[in-house]
C-alpha cells in the first residue's frame, strides 16, 4: 500500500461530508463512494451514521451486500458510526423486519436504544486505545451495544450516570464501531486510530 491510504465512505446515505473531512483532516486520501466500482479502489471503508433503515433499503436496491461482505470477508478495514455501526453488526434489535446488515462484527445492537426522552446528548467517554484525554461523544439517536463476543474488544463504554457500563465503542479485527459520532467533532483520534488500522500499525 502507499503511505497514504484510500479511505472511502460510503455513500448510500448519511453523513458522508463530514467523514470524509475528518479523514481529510487526518492525513489519508478520501472520497465518497457512490458506485459499487469504486470499492476496489479502497484500502478502508466507512460506513457513516444516518439512518440504517434507509440505508439497508438502499443498499438492497442496488446489490451492495455482496461485494460488501466479500470486501469484509478479505480483511478490508471497515469502520461503522452509529448507522454504520447497525450495518456492521451481526445482529439487531429493534430493526424493521426486512432490515439486513452487512455483519461481520459479533455484536448484538439496539436500534434507537438510549429512549425518545434523549435521543441526543452529550458525553465524556474513556477511550484508551486513542490516549488518556477523555473523548467528547455526540450521540444521535445511537444505539447501544447490548452484548459481544468473544473475540470482540471493547473499546469505550459510557463511564457514569444512568447509562453507566453501557458498551459505545468496539472492535473485532479489521471492524471497528462506534455508537457516536467522532465526525461531528475537531477530535479527529478515533479517525486517526482507524487509518493506523488501515496502515496495520494497531
Ligand atoms: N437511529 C439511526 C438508525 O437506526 C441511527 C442514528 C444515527 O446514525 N445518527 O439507523
Redesign the pocket.
Known sequence: MSSAPFIGVLALQ?DVREHVAALTRVGVRSGAVRSLDQLDACDGLVIP?????TMSRLALIDGWFEPLRSMRATGVPMYGS??GM?MLADQVLDARPDQETVGGLDVVVR??AFGRQVDSFEIDIEMPVVGSEPFHAVF????WVESVGQDVQVLAEISSGARAGTIVAVRQGSVLATSF?PELTPDDRVHRYFVDMVQGRV
Open positions: 448519511g451514521g444516518g439512518e440504517s433503515t452509529c448507522a447497525i436500534r434507537n444521535i439517536r445511537a444505539p459520532h
